[in-house]
């Protein structure tokens, strides 16, 4: 089973302040997908990257994929309590899409 | 939008008895899957379905799990006989065809073995 370490676990941030998210492995992946969990609810999928190097911004949130395709960086930018929440990667085992694995997470929480 | 839905959002049995949870796909989509969260620890792979059949499974979905697609449109989860350490959050979790194979989860089914 592949493994995607992300790091920090947990991080503490007041409103306004910046930040990165990293989601790292030693598997090269045809994609990683980015998901924030709030509590009691379901991932709800917020990107997916595929190519090497690639950029995506959704508002305030900004996804990188590394270039070699092992990893992912999440930035968000003038954080809001609202962007409070679990922030997984997730990615398919080289099996071919059966089986999607999540990170280890990263517990966020923005206080205003 | 579409959406998966399951129910019910909360179950509650008693160890030893049978549980079935309920899961609708998004209309349109091939691949299903179910996952589970323990409290506090990591969203984890159970099984994935596909063309009517398992296409993978976890060592975690032993015997005591199945799965099926009864009709058209439900997906079900069934543990015969459920055990304490069974207590957890399952989510199913639907995609399509596509090169990226987006997965998309339900609000998912506390349930609660006492």
């Known amino acids: 089973t592949q493994l995607l370490e992300q790091s920090p676990q947990f991080l503490s941030i007041q409103e306004g302040e910046n930040l990165t998210v990293y989601c790292n492995s030693s598997s090269v992946f045809s994609s990683l997908q980015w998901y924030r969990q709030e509590p009691g609810e379901g991932p709800v999928l917020l990107v997916t990257v595929v190519t090497g190097g690639e950029v995506k911004k959704l508002k305030r949130l900004t996804f990188q994929f590394g270039d070699a395709r092992k990893d992912s960086s999440l930035h968000i930018t003038a954080a809001q309590p609202g962007d409070t929440g679990l922030y997984l990667c997730?990615?398919?085992?080289?099996?071919?899409?059966?089986?999607?694995?999540f990170g280890t997470g990263t517990r966020l929480l923005v206080s205003p | 939008e579409p959406e998966v839905t399951q129910t019910p959002s909360h179950q509650v049995t008693q160890m030893g008895q049978e549980v079935i949870l309920r899961c609708v796909p998004i209309?349109?989509?091939?691949?299903f899957y179910w996952y589970r969260q323990i409290l506090g620890q990591k969203v984890e792979f159970l099984v994935s379905?596909?063309?009517?059949?398992?296409?993978?499974k976890s060592e975690i979905f032993d015997d005591q799990f199945s799965v099926e697609r009864p009709d058209g449109s439900n997906f079900t989860l069934k543990i015969r006989s459920t055990k304490l350490e069974d207590s957890a959050m399952y989510f199913c979790?639907?995609?399509?065809?596509?090169?990226?194979?987006?997965?998309?989860f339900g609000q998912g089914t506390r349930l609660t073995v006492v």
């Open positions: 379905f596909y063309n009517n059949e398992i296409s993978e």
């Open positions: 997730a990615a398919y085992e080289n099996t071919g899409f059966q089986k999607l694995v």
């Open positions: 209309s349109n989509h091939l691949y």
């Open positions: 979790a639907s995609s399509k065809i596509s090169s990226e194979r987006e997965a998309f």
